[in-house]
């Protein structure tokens, strides 16, 4: 299902296509799933983009919900800030 969503983090409109799960400008998440797509997480609390990791030629991002703690990675999409995303690599080294 396609979502649309406002980020509760930078406030960009964010234009969903299905696997939309975060946001393309500053990368936060928001604590919505239990199980990818479900949206049966309770908590609803914001998910801070962590840590970038590369796996077999792509970026994969850890989330960590900044109300309880869950974390969850998730592949970066096309349309992500590359400069985000190297600034966050970049507060790991």
């Not at 983090?9 to 919505?32: A, D, I």
């Not at 990818?36 to 970038?52: H, N, S, Y």
């Not at 590369?54 to 989330?63: A, E, M, R």
């Not at 998730?74 to 992500?80: L, P, S, V």
Request: some cysteine; overall charge negative.
């Amino acid at each position: 299902m396609k979502e649309d969503f406002i980020c509760g983090t930078c406030g960009f409109s964010v234009r969903g296509n299905g696997y939309t799960n975060h946001c393309p400008q500053c990368l936060w998440s928001k604590h919505v799933d239990v199980n990818p797509g479900d949206r049966e997480a309770t908590c609803q609390g914001l998910m801070e983009p962590i840590r970038i990791e590369s796996k077999n030629g792509s970026f994969v991002i850890l989330h960590r919900c900044v109300v309880c703690g869950f974390e969850r990675r998730n592949k970066a999409a096309d349309g992500d800030s590359f400069d985000v995303i190297e600034e966050t690599i970049a507060k790991r080294l």
